[in-house]
């Protein structure tokens, strides 16, 4: 099971990760299209503030994900394996109901506009934290400059 | 162990797979009225637009029932449940007996009182069976009625709407979703349908269904007559709670269960819409009717079922969440009170702009409400704190910032491991930059 743990003291507030995190995601993997697109920026990982002191709010990828209960669709699931919680590429498909919106305590699910370049979805997507599958380490973990954010196994 | 579920949707699926965690040997056998593999019937609206096709309504994968060992029986009906002999009557006759019963048996579309609903034509829109019918007719039909706009009404009306249909809607209140919806977001949702060409008439019960053999129109008062190929009954739904009647067991509008969702005889658990729920944001006993709620329910139950006693104490009544055409709109726990009422003891909090609505109620420095549109970004974030009941007096000013996050609240785990390392006491106080100066080695 991987999940990403955060160090609050060391962090900035500097933002690299949700830099990081929307170019990863992104088709072009282009600053300028990403700002440039219609969805804009839409990092799956968010530096939040409480006052002065930033504060990253992650997804846990949870034991027992609300998300996954309330998927009418079937698409969000917890991957056996690497207990990764995300909504792509299972048989069934994302529908945006948003039903997993609702029901994310840590409000960490976003929704897409529709793009139609990008893939065949007739709908908008629920987007979320899917720990980067196409990486060995998180692109969030790669960028920030303070190690903030470390990878665990359990 | 025998664990027989009977219902064959959301919650009988949820508990069959939970049980299966918690007893790798136990029988566990699922009968189901459907004749179809567990669909989604949230999704029907989409099959008949025709956006997904028939394949992507499971919300399972195929080998479900194979991997998890679960004997499926579908078209299937129990008639009787034989509570002293621990045994359920099939239609076909058959009797299964059981250790561990869940009723897991849903509701049915409500009949409303107009005359005609038998002609061909009018349909509920309530399974798949519904829709692949009604998706049959839409290549010969060019406008339709469909009575009822609670979310069933609108997701048919928007799918028939998609398939290029002139579509009216009949609703008797003053405004679409009166059950889930304020004033203010209903007009918003209905703004959004309309922008496909959806008409409401509002006010109005539709009086009879008029045509021979096959209906022809909807005469909605005394003289309006509007001309219809299809009408659908949307008039909400019915608790399937006969089945436990019979058996003695105690209802009331729905089937009564206690914490561990146990109704009135131990062995016998029930799950999802055919139960009444105890709503923590009204403290009334409610019957919902709504996706997350059967399959929490269902995980609950099994676990139960399975001797890993498990309390049920997060029942939320109302939970929508939704999208017609362009609008996203999501509604969670008592967001209803339209007008302040100045001897309640509820507080409204609401902003309106640019398409974007945004309501919380409060009671007593606790969320019990919300309702957003247009941007429903972190809205289960809200929703965590109306079910955990958590004190907001210290955030009240900030509650719609758009920095308003679980970063404020990060002491309340939700009963999931925290992602966060232990942060020196000092970082709490005003000095916690010393803490960081030490911590980066400046």
Redesign the interface.
Known sequence: MK????????C?GCKRCELACALEHSSSKEYLDVFKSKDGLKPRI?V???GD?P?P??C?H???P??V??????CMQKDIQSGVVNNQGY???C?????????????????SSIDSKASDC???QAIKCDFCPNKATPACVEACP?EVLTVEES | MHYLLIGGS?AAV?AAETIRGLDKEGLITIVSREKYYPY?R??IS?FVDG??SQD?L?????DFFKRHKIDGILSTEVKKIDRGEKKVILDNNKELSYDKLLLATGARPRLPKIDNTDLKGVYFFHSLEDASLIKEELVKITDAVVIGSGFVGLEAAYALARRRLKVTVIERCSQVLPNQMDTIAARIIQQDLESLGVEFIFNESAIVINGEERVSGVTVSDQDYIPAGLVILATGTVVNKELAQEAGLATENGILVNEFLQTSEPDIYAAGDCIEIQDITSGKRVVSAT??NA??QG?FAGSNMASFSKRYSIGVGI?????FHQI?A?S?GMAMLDTEDPHSDYEVVAIEEKGVYKKLVIRENRLCGIIFVGD??????Y??LI?HGVDISKHKSKLLDP?F????F?EYD????????K??LC?DSQY?WR??VR??GI
Do not use: H
Request: aromatic residues 14%.
């Open positions: 999940r990403l743990v955060v160090d609050l003291q060391r900035s968010f939040e503030s409480i002191r504060v709010v992650v846990r949870c034991a027992d609300l998300c209960s309330a998927c009418m669709a079937g048989e069934q498909k529908v945006g109901c948003w039903m997993c919106i609702m029901a994310c305590p840590f409000g960490v699910i976003l929704t007739t709908f908008p303070n | 959301a949820a989604s949230c999704l989409r956006r997904i992507n499971y919300f399972k994968t195929r996706w997350f399959v929490l995980k939970q929508n969440a939704v999208q996203p999501i969670y429903i970004s972190k809205a289960g974030f929703a965590a079910r920095d996050s679980y970063a404020y990060k939700f009963s999931e491991k925290p992602p966060y390392k942060v020196n970082w916690w803490e960081k911590c980066m």
